[in-house]
C-alpha cells in the first residue's frame, strides 16, 4: 500500500487528486472542532463519555463521526444521514419495482437514484437533528459542588424555540455540507468522498484511545502496562486477520462449451465466479446495532429506571451492552443479517439462467435447478463463515468493557477497524487503477 502511495504521488494528476481529498478531509477535521451555538459542550462530553461506551450505538455514531457527536459541533452528525439514506434506499431498490427499473436503467437510472437518496437524506437530516436536540436536552451533570449544568443553555419564551431552531439548523447544514465535501471527492479526488470521510472519522479517534491507554498505564502502571501491550498485539492481529477475510473468497469453477462457426472454434475456456466471504461488508453489523439501539433509545426518552424490579428493570438490564444477554442476541442478529443481506445480492436462478444462456456450466453440475441449488448451498456455506467472523468482531468489544470498566471508553473496536480497512484496501485499489490507466505503455507495445 505504501508503495502504491509512493507511485501515485510521482503522478502530477493523482497528486493533485491526493491533494484535493486531503483538503476536504482537512476541512472536515476543522468543521468537527465548531461549537453549536447555546449548547455546553463540556456537559455534552461528560455525558457522552459515560453513556457511549462498550460497544453501543451511541459509541459507534460517535466514532464514525470522529468525535464531533460527543463534543456537539455543527458536523455532529457528519455523515449518517447519507449513510442510513443510502441503506433505505439500497433495500427498497430490491423491494419497489420503479426503483428496480432505474437501477437497471443504468447511469442515468443511478443519478436519479441518487438524487432520490439525497432528499432521503435530507429528511434524515432534519430527524435525526430534532432528535438530538431532544436528547441534548435531557442531558445533565451534577458536579461535586451539587450544581447540575444542562446542555442546553436555558432561555423562556421566543428565545427557547430561537435556540432549537438555529441548533437542528446547524446540525442539518453541517451534515449536509459533509455530504456535498464527500460528493466533491468523488468527482475531483481519490475514491469513494463517503468511505474517505467516514475513514477520516474513525482515524482520528485512534489517538484518542492511544492517549487513553498512556493515562492509565500513568494511573496504574503495574496492571495495564501489560493489558496495553496484549490490547495492542490483539489490534495487530485483528488488522491482519481482517485483511485476510476481507481478501477471502470461494471460486466457482466454471467450464464454456464449445461452439464452430464455420472454421473457427468459439468457447471452450475454464473461467470462474468470484464469491467473496464479506461479501455484505459491514453492512449486518450496522443492520444488528440499529435493532439492538431501539431499546436504549427508549432509555434515553423514558430515564432509567427508579427501582430495581418489575418489567422495565428486567428489560433494561437484558438490553444492557455489558450483559452477556445483549451479546448473544447481537450475534445472532447479525448471523441472520448477513444471510438475509447476501440474499438480497445474490440470486443463484439468475446465475444459473445466465450460464445456460451464454453455454456455460459447473463441471459435474447438470444445467438449470441443479446449478442453482449448488450455487445456493455454496452461498449458505460462505454467508455462515462471513457471519461468525462479523460476529466474533462486533462482540469483542463488549467482552472487553465486561473485563475491565477502564477498557469501556476504547472506540478502536473490531466494527471501526473493519470499517478502516475495508475503506484503506479500497482506495489502494482505486489507486493501482488510476496508475495503470497512466502506464500502459507495456500493454500497447
Request: glycine content about 8%; overall charge positive; charged content about 15%.
Amino acid at each position: 500500500m505504501f508503495q502504491t502511495l509512493k507511485r501515485a504521488w510521482s503522478v502530477p494528476d493523482i497528486r493533485k487528486k491526493l491533494l484535493y481529498t486531503l483538503l476536504m478531509i482537512v476541512i472536515f477535521r476543522f468543521g468537527s472542532a465548531v461549537a453549536v451555538p447555546f449548547l455546553d459542550t463540556s456537559v455534552v462530553k461528560d455525558w457522552m463519555d459515560n453513556n457511549a461506551t462498550g460497544g453501543n450505538f451511541l459509541e459507534y455514531l460517535n466514532t464514525i463521526t470522529g468525535g464531533a457527536l460527543s463534543q456537539a459541533t455543527i458536523f455532529s452528525l457528519s455523515i449518517t444521514p447519507y449513510i442510513n439514506a443510502s441503506i433505505i434506499m439500497q433495500l427498497l431498490t430490491y423491494a419497489l419495482p420503479p426503483l428496480e427499473r432505474l437501477r437497471d436503467e443504468g447511469e442515468e437510472g443511478r443519478k436519479k437514484i441518487n438524487k432520490i437518496t439525497s432528499a432521503v437524506a435530507m429528511v434524515l437530516a432534519v430527524f435525526m437533528g430534532f432528535a438530538y436536540y431532544l436528547t441534548l436536552k435531557r442531558m445533565n451533570v451534577t458536579g461535586d459542588n451539587g450544581i447540575t449544568s444542562h446542555a442546553v443553555k436555558y432561555a423562556s419564551g421566543w428565545e427557547m424555540y430561537f435556540s432549537a431552531v438555529v441548533i437542528i439548523a446547524c446540525f442539518v447544514a453541517g451534515a449536509s455540507f459533509v455530504v456535498w465535501m464527500g460528493n466533491r471527492i468523488s468527482d475531483k479526488g481519490i475514491g469513494n468522498g463517503v468511505s474517505m470521510i467516514l475513514f477520516a472519522g474513525i482515524a482520528a479517534r485512534f489517538p484518542v484511545d492511544a492517549g487513553r491507554l498512556v493515562s492509565l498505564i500513568g494511573e496504574k502502571p503495574e496492571k495495564y502496562l501489560f493489558v496495553t501491550i496484549g490490547y495492542v498485539v490483539f489490534i495487530v492481529f485483528e488488522f491482519a486477520f481482517i485483511v485476510f477475510m476481507n481478501e477471502a473468497e470461494r471460486r466457482i469453477p466454471i467450464q464454456y462449451a464449445k461452439r464452430v462457426v464455420g472454421r473457427k472454434q468459439f468457447g471452450g475456456q475454464k473461467t470462474h465466479i468470484p464469491i467473496k466471504v464479506m461479501m455484505s461488508g459491514v453492512m449486518p453489523i450496522i443492520f444488528a446495532m440499529s435493532f439492538m439501539s431501539l431499546p436504549q433509545t427508549i432509555q434515553l426518552f423514558a430515564g432509567q429506571p427508579t427501582k430495581a424490579e418489575g418489567f422495565y428493570y428486567h428489560f433494561c438490564k437484558f438490553f444492557s451492552t455489558s450483559s452477556w444477554s445483549y451479546a448473544i442476541l447481537y450475534f445472532i442478529l447479525i448471523i441472520a443479517f448477513n444471510y438475509f443481506y447476501v440474499s438480497i445480492q445474490y440470486n443463484p436462478i439468475e446465475i444459473a439462467n445466465n450460464l445456460r444462456q451464454s453455454n456455460g456450466g459447473i463441471p459435474g453440475i447438470r444445467p438449470g435447478k441443479p446449478t442453482s441449488d449448488y450455487i445456493q448451498r455454496v452461498l449458505s456455506k460462505i454467508a455462515l463463515v462471513g457471519a461468525v467472523f462479523l460476529g466474533i468482531i462486533a462482540v469483542v468489544p463488549i467482552f472487553f468493557s465486561m473485563a475491565d470498566e477502564n477498557l469501556r471508553s476504547l472506540s478502536m473496536g473490531g466494527t471501526t477497524i473493519l470499517i478502516a480497512v475495508s475503506v484503506a484496501l479500497e482506495t489502494t485499489r482505486t489507486l493501482e487503477s488510476q496508475l495503470m490507466m497512466r502506464h500502459h505503455k507495456g500493454f500497447l507495445s
